[in-house]
Structure formats: C-alpha cells, structure tokens
C-alpha cells in the first residue's frame, strides 16, 4: 500500500481545520439567531416564578393533608374536604408575613430607641392624683401631667380653672443614650406604685435592670409638686450633660379681660446671686441663662406655674421663651429649656419642684423660696415698699373680718387717708398763708409789671422770707403722698383677693366694671363704659377746682386751669379697662380729700388769725435760712450773667 506525501497530509489536515471553523461558526450563528428577546425572557421568567409557586402551593397543599391527617388522628373524625388545606396555607402565609413584619418593626424601634425599644409602643393612659388644693392627670405616654386643676377657683366663665391648655404644649426630657437621641414625650411608662397623691412610673429596656423612673409626690397640702427622673443602671449609658428638661406650655384665657391678662403674663426668673429678672410682659422676648438659676416662673394674671431646683439649672445652655397668643382662647406661649449639672460618679437623676398654685403674696412669700414673691408686681423701690409695708399689712387686717371687699377698701381709703390727715393739714396751712398774702403780692407784681422778672422773684422770696413762709413746704405732702398714690396703682389689679368678688355694680373688683356694653369700640376707651371710673373722673374735676381755690393765684400760668380738665379726661380713657376695685378707691380718696379740706378749713383753718400772725412776721422778720441765701447767690449770678 503507497504511503501518501506529506504535502497530501497537511492538505488533508488543512481541510479538516477550515471544516472545524466551519462547523463552530454555523453552530454560534444558529445560537444567536434562536435567542429569545427580552420580552420572551421575562415571559420565560415569569413561568419559571408560576412553577415554584405551584410547587410551593403542592408542598403547602400536602402539609394541609398532613394536618388532617393529624387531626384526623386526634380527634377521630375528617374535616371537611379542602377547608383544612385553604386554612392551614392561609395561616403558614399569614405567620410568615406577620414574622417578617415584627422583625421589620423590631429593628426600626430598636435604631430609633435603643435600649428602650420595649418602651416605644403602649396605650396612653391617666393617673389622677391630688391633695385638697390641686388634682394633676399625669398620662403614662411620657410621663408627664397632662390636667393641672386648682380646687379652689374658677374662671370668669364658672368653669374649673387649669393652669394650662391640656391639648397643646410639650412636656419632655430630652437626652442621649450612646448615639441615640431620645425625649421622654416618646416613650410609654407603666405604674410602679400609685396612692391618692403620688405615683411612680417606669419606661422599660430591654435589660430589665435598667430602666428609667420618673416619680410625682404632691404635698400633702399646699401647691407643691415635686419631681425626680432616675436612669437606673444606666451610668455609663446616658449623657448626663445633655439631660435637659423642656416645658412648653400655653396659658388659657381665665380672666373677664383677656388684653389686660395677657399685660400681666410673663417669665421670671432668678439667678442665685442676683435679683429676679423677668422677660417682656408686652411682646415676643427669649434669653439664654448666664448662671446658675434657682427658680423659672411662667405667670399668669393671677396664677403661676414655676420650676423650682434647690441645686440650680445649669446656665450652660439653658433658655427661656414668651410668646404673645395670637387666638382668644390663649394667653402667652411660655417655654423653658433647662439643663442639669452632671453628678460625678452616680447615675443620672434630676430633682426640682413644681408651684402650681396663686399669685398671693403670703402664700408665695410663706414659701421660703428667695425673691419668689416678686413674681407680683407691686412696684418698684419705695412704691414696692409702701405696698409691702403698709398698704398689705392692713388690706390683711380687715380681710379676716369677713367683710365685703367693697367695705374693706373703704376702711383701708379712711385708715390711709386718716394717717396723711397732719400732712393735708401742713399743706392746706401753707397754701393759706401764701393765699393771705395776696395784696402784698399784688403790690409787688405792680411795681415789676413792666421790670425785670428776676428782681420781681427776689422781692416775692423777701417777702416770704419776712413772713416765715416757705414756698416748698406745699410740695412735701404731695411727694408723700404720690408713693402711696402709685402703691395702689399696683395693688388693686395685683390682689387676687378681689378676684371674681362684686360690689353694687362690679361682678369683679379685679377687672373693669360696666354699666352699658357699646356696640362699637372706641380707640384707647373700649368698648364699655366704667361707672366707677367715670364717677372717679368727676371727683377728680371737682376736687382739683376746690384745690384750686385754696392756692395763691399764679401769674402766666394759665394752663394750670387746663390740667384741671385734662388730666380728668386723661384717666377716664386710661382707666376705663382696668380694676374697678383701683377706679373705687380712688373715688374715695377724692371725695375723702374734700370733705378733709372743707372740715380742716371750716374748723380749723383761721385765715385771719394766720394774716394777722404774717404781718407781724414781718415786722420782726427772721434771719435768712442757708437755702435763702443760697438761692439769693444763685439769682444775683445770674442776673451778673445776663448783664
């Protein structure tokens, strides 16, 4: 056999190379050319999900047989055909989703609340608790009161009387625990123990040795709450320098004029080395605290919400807010943010007090708590201390009598007018001795009608000087008795002893009274009119005319007869809204001072006998006093001047 050349083999080997490419190229076009477009991948993988779905359903459907099978066996009697199936797949797919579903929610509590994941979710509930002046509802979501009631008062309306607007506000402390921020108004709490005036409440973790409590024992009488929170076991957890406490609260309308209570609602607070500071009473106002404070106030009109710390809030940080209300349902939005200083070496806790109760000035200064009584404005320096001293001391004398307080403010006009009765003397004494020497004043404003007015001053002082008569003496009894004037400026509208109490017409001394409500306001007066005011107006005219008579006649001072009816005119718009118990008292005051100069001059006042006792002054004229020559100097240097 004729072996082939070895071009015949690599001919050969050749052909098969192409052959194979040939084949491989045919094979990988046939492959492209038969793939399914993505329409019918998509079609492909949905009946591939429809299969492992009816195997799932063939494995779910064969557990339901199972099942019968099992209750078949325990109970001795099939059930009915299919419903096994149906329900045991329903309940599989259903504890499936509900497992997932929990897992899902689990980790989402867990990253939003940390450890106290289990204290994420609950049922708010209220836990009542009171004493015979207060009954606070304290909600288990968040640990915080929610009513605040005062027992023992009303509002205008008759209706009870809360501290705050129940439905608005926040109520919270607010720290970190690790990376997690957390606010108690968030977390749900249990009763741990509960009486008729405290209760204390705990937000679980999920380490039950750790836990948070927040306790609220009421005084056993009085207007007292007090308030603890303790992280237990949770030292190296929580950032005590961030623990801060934030109230936000909105004070309601309990009062008949709801402009002139929100004059009166404030912030105040005091650092412990300084005096009590306050925020603006008239519009929007905040401040950050610079020190250590013993003591926040959110005032009312007539009550008050304070936060009290024997230890102070921290002024690192700390702030306070006032708001104006822009609704007639709201007084002022008050707020507070307050910070505690870190207890080195133990668990975080903060301790303070509440004081919900009134603005009476012997229960707030019975308290013990410094400066905590001038929350009430009772003026400043010796207005302050005219009404501290004397005004209050006797209003509080004759209100354990049991009177009426229309009665009380007349004996305390009589008691206060009776102790200025010398005063009013000295002064209606030496406006009758300048007032008898009106014919030598005439002689003098003759002879310097057309002169120098200095020279005509020199001359009328001589003559004064000669007749033991001072000038100024007229002018004490009036600065003695403005403080007082003033004092009841303040204490009136400040006593929340008038507060809801009539008299004749008034149905409240502590507001404004009124005889005829108008159907239009009238700018700056309202839209009522005052009895009490407006008869306080007409005493004030009346009084200033017979006044006005018993003073020297004042040459070029023609407007002293304008002020006569002014400052009349001026009071009635400016008084007209507030306390009628103010407006009442000082109609008295007037009619009282008139019947005093009419008395005393009537009586008293012998304007003969006091010329008589001038002239002869001024035969034997006394040596000039150092005020006399003093003011003689000053007058000759600056007659040298206008030379």
């Known amino acids: 056999m004729r072996t082939p050349s070895i071009f015949a083999a690599l001919r050969m080997d050749r052909n098969s190379i192409i052959g194979i490419v040939l084949i491989v190229a045919i094979l990988f076009g046939y492959t492209i050319w038969t793939m399914p477009s993505e329409e019918e991948r998509a079609r492909i993988a949905r009946e591939q999900d429809s299969l492992a779905v009816l195997e799932m359903e063939k494995h779910a459907k064969e557990a339901g047989r199972q099942a019968e099978l099992v209750l078949t066996d325990s109970s001795g009697a099939a059930t009915t055909p299919g419903t096994g199936i149906l ?18 929610r689990n980790n989402a509590l867990v990253q939003r609340f940390g450890p106290f994941a289990p204290a994420a979710e609950g049922t708010a509930e209220g836990v009542v608790i009171g004493n015979d002046k207060l009954e606070l509802s304290i909600s288990t979501h968040g640990a915080r009161p929610t009513v605040m009631l005062l027992k023992e008062y009303q509002t205008y309306r008759r209706t009870p009387l809360l501290l705050a607007d129940p439905d608005s506000g926040t109520y919270e402390y607010d720290f970190f625990i690790g990376d997690v921020h957390l606010t108690t108004s968030k977390l749900h709490f249990s009763v741990l123990q509960k009486d008729s005036s405290s209760v204390t409440l705990k937000a679980a973790t999920n380490d039950p040795d750790k836990f948070l409590l927040v306790r609220y024992a009421l005084e056993s ?5 007090s308030t603890t929170t303790e992280f237990v076991g949770l030292k190296d957890a929580v950032q005590a320098d961030n623990l801060m406490f934030r109230w936000v609260l909105h004070g309601l309308n309990n009062e008949k004029h709801l402009p002139t209570e929100q004059q009166k609602c404030g912030v105040y607070y005091k650092y412990f080395t300084e005096d009590r500071n306050y925020l603006s009473e008239t519009s929007a106002d905040s401040t950050d605290l610079e020190g250590r404070t013993n003591w926040v106030a959110f005032k009312q009109d007539f009550f008050t919400v304070a936060m009290v710390s024997e230890e102070g809030f921290s002024g690192n940080g700390s702030s306070l807010r006032i708001d104006p209300s822009a609704d007639s349902t709201h007084t002022k939005r008050y707020q507070a943010e307050l910070y505690f200083d870190k207890k080195r070496g133990s668990e975080p806790t903060t301790a303070m007090r509440f004081y919900l109760g009134p603005n009476h000035v012997g229960t707030l200064s019975a308290t013990g708590i410094p400066d905590f009584a001038k929350i009430i404005d009772l003026g400043w320096g010796i207005f302050g201390w005219m009404n501290r001293w004397l005004v209050i001391p006797i209003f509080n004398l004759f209100d354990g009598w049991g009177w009426s307080y229309g009665i009380i403010i007349l004996v305390l006009t009589i008691v206060i007018k009776a102790l200025l009765m010398p005063l ?9 001795k300048m007032r008898v020497l009106k014919p030598e004043m005439d002689v003098i404003t003759a002879k310097h009608k057309d002169g120098d007015a200095l020279k005509k001053q020199q001359a009328t002082m001589d003559l004064y000087r000669k007749a033991g008569v001072n000038p100024a003496s007229g002018c004490l009894p009036m600065l003695v008795q403005m403080p007082i004037l003033y004092a009841m400026f303040r204490f009136f509208p400040a006593s929340i002893e008038l507060r809801q109490e009539s008299f004749l017409w008034a149905d409240d001394l502590s507001s404004y009274d009124s005889i005829l409500d108008l159907p239009f306001t009238i700018p700056a007066y309202g839209d009522h009119v005052s009895l009490f005011t407006l008869l306080m107006c007409i005493s004030t005219i009346i009084y200033s005319v017979i006044n006005q008579k018993q003073m020297p006649t004042q040459q070029g001072m023609p407007s002293m007869k304008l002020l006569i009816w002014l400052f009349p005119i001026m009071m009635l718009f400016f008084l007209n809204n507030f306390s009628a118990g103010l407006s009442y008292y000082y109609l008295l005051a007037n009619v009282i001072s008139i019947l005093q100069m009419t008395v005393l001059k009537s009586w008293f006042v012998d304007e003969e006998k006091i010329r008589d006792k001038l002239l002869m002054n001024m035969k034997t004229p006394k040596k000039k006093s150092r005020w006399q020559q003093r003011l003689e100097e000053m007058q000759k240097q600056q007659a040298g001047r206008k030379k």
């Open 221 to 225: 009488t009085g207007f007292f709450l």
């Open 87 to 104: 329900t045991s797949t329903d309940s599989l797919l259903a504890m499936a989703d509900s497992a997932l579903i929990d897992s899902l």
């Open 424 to 432: 009013t003397y000295w002064n209606l004494v030496s406006s009758t």
